[in-house]
């Protein structure tokens, strides 16, 4: 199983402690509880940080999923870089794979952090209310706009966006550690594959397709 580099920050000391713990606990014949809970947690770290190699779609003219997880919301939105779109909000619970993806080839044009709340992530206000990422993206259907927004536990989003640099579709845009949101705000004319309550998967479910 590939683990994510974003998560070695984690991992790497986590290991180390439960190693000596786990020593400790065998030479001096204490109790393994300890032991077992940091091993829980260890797994589960692991498990998070997961990272698997994924090949997009082969169609052309598509719109790929740029994070695993459950789409929870679909929205009609005027987006001021965009103009009239739609909105397609992707929730991360804490056993999906956080990696986000490019979701069609294109140029960044802005890249812009905002500080922001920490609201649960199902939570529709935390799209414009949270600490999120938001990236426009110049491609060939127009503008497109996605938002790394974190959670009620995230407290770190990484994006890899750098202003008009391009980036093909399906590589790696960034990563949100520990539970989050990722919105998708694409051009009207864009006809969407997907529907309100389906699981997806990030470099594999086409969100939708273009003439």
């Not at 069609?104 to 952090?113: A, L, T």
């Not at 990236?135 to 770190?156: P, W």
């Not at 008009?164 to 949101?181: D, Y």
Request: proline share 5%; aromatic share 8%; hydrophobic share 45%.
């Amino acid at each position: 199983m590939k683990i994510a580099p974003e998560g070695n920050l984690f991992i790497l000391p986590f290991s180390v402690i439960t190693i000596l713990t786990v020593l400790y606990a065998w030479i001096a014949s204490t109790t393994m509880l300890p032991s077992y809970v940091l091993l829980l947690l260890l797994v589960f770290l692991l498990v998070f940080f997961r990272d698997p190699n994924r090949e997009c779609p082969a169609d052309d003219n598509i719109i790929i999923a740029p994070a695993d997880g459950k789409i929870i919301k679909i929205e009609d939105v005027d987006d001021p870089n965009i103009g009239s779109a739609v909105l397609v909000s992707i929730f991360l619970n804490v056993f999906n794979v956080h990696v986000n993806r490019m979701p069609i080839h294109g140029r960044f044009s802005k890249v812009e952090y905002h500080h922001g709340k920490f609201l649960a992530a199902f939570d529709h206000k935390a799209s414009n209310e949270n600490e999120r990422t938001e990236v426009l993206i110049i491609s060939k259907i127009g503008n497109i706009k996605l938002k790394q927004v974190a959670g009620l536990v995230a407290r770190r989003i990484l994006c890899y966006a750098i202003p008009q640099e391009t980036m093909k579709m399906g590589e790696r845009l960034g990563f949100i550690r520990f539970g989050s949101r990722t919105d998708l705000i694409l051009p009207k004319h864009v006809t969407l594959a997907v529907e309100l309550g389906q699981n997806v998967k990030g470099n594999r479910t086409i969100i939708g397709t273009y003439s």
